[in-house]
């Protein structure tokens, strides 16, 4: 079969392997050309096969030589459709990985059920023994309890509606787009899947088991952004369940500190990923934001900042942080000159002048590229064996 993209509006339904293979390769090739660092030894990353959470477990191998136990929630290939990018993604690091004489091993399937918890002790236990750090990279939709009940996460804001420029994902059109509240439900149901607990849930699980070495650090990602997009991101129903997430980092303080576990939040640079992609409004500051920071050359994508966040930021014993205890990994793009910039821009742009002010081209790039499409040196017109 010839595998071809097939957008719809945010998400692309189809993948390609040699592609996501390409994509995996040069993140690991950028790693390797830094050298290598001290660091993690044993590494679980729940949310693996993806933005955030695979360009940290690259990081962590490539890096610092690390052993990694990924999670994700992914989909094989079928006679009739080609696997996700996830899962193609997981196939060429484990390749690249073990050829390379890492352990990696991952385990494909639903990172908030025990029975995956439960898989991922016996893991380590037989496996690694203990691991030394964790890091939650979960971006989820929904989430279902041990008690059956399902939640989902919501992209709404929670004071009132919110009007704004936005890009038109199928025609690169700027239009106006009005994000409507939440309710309490709304609001309540994305903290149960994007909020803390289920983090929490994960370290006292792994710790009871006792698979985790003393002083084990785990991190968990989150993102705040300029006030232009708070009412969507940071005070929105993702930005509460962020909250959450914050406050769970100084809980697992308190709770795991006899075990000399800490626990961190990194605050991450917005960046082209399936969870991104669907945020509404997000895309236009996202390639204004692109555009700008390219111009002034500190432009980053996920690769770039997970090898900024373990070879600068988490240096063994001496984590750089701010006052809340958090990692800034935002410090470029929330600099004043950089919001300064969006924010002209953001006034200028319409449909007619898009070009000028913002890196569309390199928005849909980015967007290709996590499928696995539109790398020069990927035959297209291989004829691929699905299954
Ligand atoms: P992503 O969509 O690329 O990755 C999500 C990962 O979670 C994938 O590996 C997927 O398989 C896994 N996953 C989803 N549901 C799962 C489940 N039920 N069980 C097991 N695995 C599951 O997302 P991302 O953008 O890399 O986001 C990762 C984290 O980084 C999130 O917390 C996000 O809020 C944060 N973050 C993202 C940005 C950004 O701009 N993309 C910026 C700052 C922080």
């Not at 091993?105 to 964790?134: H, P, R």
């Not at 900042?305 to 988490?314: I, W």
């Not at 942080?321 to 969006?342: P, W």
Request: proline residues 2%.
């Amino acid at each position: 079969m010839i595998i071809e993209p097939k957008v719809r509006g945010f998400i692309c339904t189809t993948a390609h392997p040699d592609g996501c293979m390409e994509n995996v390769k040069r993140q690991i090739e950028y790693t390797k050309n830094k050298g290598k660092v001290n660091g993690a030894k044993k590494v679980l990353i729940i949310g693996s096969s993806t933005g955030y959470g695979l360009a940290s477990r690259i990081a962590v191998t490539y890096g610092e030589g690390a052993s990694t136990l990924g999670v994700m929630f992914e989909k094989e290939a079928t006679e009739r459709k080609p696997a996700s990018a996830g899962w193609y993604n997981t196939v060429a690091f484990e390749k690249f990985a073990k050829g390379d004489g890492y352990y990696a091993k991952s385990i494909n399937g639903d990172a908030f059920s025990k029975e995956v918890k439960d898989k991922v002790i016996e893991t380590i236990k037989n496996d690694l023994g203990k691991v030394d750090m964790v890091i939650y990279s979960l971006a989820a939709p929904k989430r279902k309890t041990e008690d059956g009940t399902i939640y989902n996460s919501t992209l709404k804001t929670t004071e009132g509606n919110f009007t704004n420029k936005s890009l038109d994902l199928r025609n690169n059109i700027v239009v106006e787009a009005t994000i409507p509240m939440a309710n309490e439900k709304e609001i309540h149901d994305t903290i149960k899947v994007m909020g803390g607990e289920d983090w929490k849930q994960w370290i006292k699980c792994l710790a009871d088991a006792d698979v985790l070495e003393d002083g084990a650090i785990t991190m968990a990602y989150s993102y705040i952004g300029p006030e232009l997009t708070y009412p969507v991101y940071y005070n929105g129903t993702i930005g509460m369940a962020k909250k959450d997430l914050y406050n769970t980092s100084v809980d697992i303080n308190n709770e795991f500190h006899d075990k000399g576990i800490k626990a961190y939040i990194s605050i991450n640079k917005a960046i082209v990923t399936q969870a991104s992609s669907a945020i509404p409004i997000v895309p236009l500051y996202m390639s204004i934001l692109y555009k700008v920071m390219k111009e002034k050359n500190i432009h980053e994508g996920s690769i770039e900042q997970m090898n900024r966040l373990f070879r600068e930021k988490l240096n063994k014993g001496n984590v750089i942080v701010d006052e809340k205890n958090r990692i800034r990994l935002d410090d470029y793009e929330m600099r004043k000159d950089v919001q300064e910039q969006v924010m002209e821009y953001w006034e200028k742009v319409n449909s007619e002048n898009i070009n000028n002010f913002a890196d569309i081209d390199g928005y849909w790039n980015d967007f290709y590229n996590m499928f696995g499409f539109k790398f020069d040196n990927v035959d297209y017109s291989r004829d691929i064996n699905l299954v």
